[in-house]
T-cell receptor, first 115, second 111 residues
Framework: AQSVTQPDIHITVSEGASLELRCNYSYGATPYLFWYVQSPGQGLQLLLK??????LVQGIKGFEAEFKRSQSSFNLRKPSVHWSDAAEYFC?????????????FGQGTRLTINP | KAGVTQTPRYLIKTRGQQVTLSCSPI?????VSWYQQTPGQGLQFLFE???????NKGNFPGRFSGRQFSNSRSEMNVSTLELGDSALYLC??????????FGSGTRLTVV
């Protein structure tokens, strides 16, 4: 069965500092991987996705993630965070083949930015 | 291109009542899926519809049901509401290379 683990429930970083959010997945085949961001009371906004190909994926808002099959990881990074990055971040693994369309989410990591 | 539209945004219901939530996917998207988000359980998959057929269902009781219309709009229904059904219900439409696009959700409060 698919599963996703985000080991860090809450992370605090200073504005301008670098950021890495961890994500480990369990899936029997080549995974489709996603990172979403959610502001309070809002829906989920897609930051980036990995389907195949280059393992370093660029997303919106200056985020990137690297798919490492050997470590079953898909960590999200940003070189310099801004106060507006404060939100909750969700990693998800999905199956996009016919007949099996669903996402399995991690528990989320809440990001706080110190001024 | 318009995004995924969910209505209503907020809803307050009493225990024992039923509720219907609506989701209009992105034009041209034929797959719609529903998720429940609660502080305790996180984001959990409810069901997925494609061309008016339910293809996948999560581990929820039969009080949770859904359907999809020929124009791809989807509704989900929860009958005999319980306090634990209070949650943010998110709808996602799927099509093309972008994967899942989510709506802003419907916040359901059961009192």
């Amino acid at each position: 069965a698919q599963s996703v683990t985000q080991p860090d429930i809450h992370i605090t970083v200073s504005e301008g500092a670098s950021l890495e959010l961890r994500c480990n997945y369990s899936y029997g085949a080549t995974p489709y991987l996603f990172w979403y961001v959610q502001s309070p009371g809002q829906g989920l906004q897609l930051l980036l996705k990995y389907f195949s190909g280059d393992t370093l994926v660029q997303g919106i808002k200056g985020f990137e993630a690297e798919f490492k099959r050997s470590q079953s990881s898909f960590n999200l990074r940003k070189p310099s965070v801004h106060w507006s990055d404060a939100a909750e971040y969700f990693c998800a693994v999905g199956a996009l083949s016919e007949g099996a369309q669903k996402l399995v989410f991690g528990q989320g990591t809440r990001l706080t930015i110190n001024p | 291109k318009a995004g995924v539209t969910q209505t209503p945004r907020y809803l307050i219901k009493t225990r024992g009542q039923q509720v219907t939530l609506s989701c209009s996917p992105i034009s041209g998207h034929r797959s719609v899926s529903w998720y429940q988000q609660t502080p305790g359980q996180g984001l959990q998959f409810l069901f997925e519809y494609f061309s008016e057929t339910q293809r996948n269902k999560g581990n929820f009781p039969g009080r949770f049901s859904g359907r999809q219309f020929s124009n791809s709009r989807s509704e989900m229904n929860v009958s005999t509401l319980e306090l634990g059904d209070s949650a943010l219900y998110l709808c996602a439409s799927t099509g093309g290379a972008n994967g899942y696009t989510f709506g802003s959700g419907t916040r359901l409060t059961v009192v």
